[in-house]
């Protein structure tokens, strides 16, 4: 929470990656916040974006470039 919150007061951006919804975050996180602060901080400073498509990372021949 103290990292997220130093975020917010300093105006500084916040980029998150997950791949949980907000309802999962908040579950996950409950043992850790059991008031649901850092979820809801998360969700006043972010937009989120779902983003659709197959996963790229089951098939490492997508990532060959980076060996050559």
Known sequence: FNLIDHRAISLKPLIVTSNCTFEELEERLQ???????IV??????????????????ENL????????
């Open 31 to 37: 043992k850790y916040d059991k008031h649901g602060r």
């Open 40 to 57: 809801s901080r998360i969700k006043g400073m972010c937009l989120d974006l779902e983003l659709l498509g197959e996963d790229r990372r």
């Open 61 to 68: 021949e997508n990532f060959e470039w980076l060996l050559e």
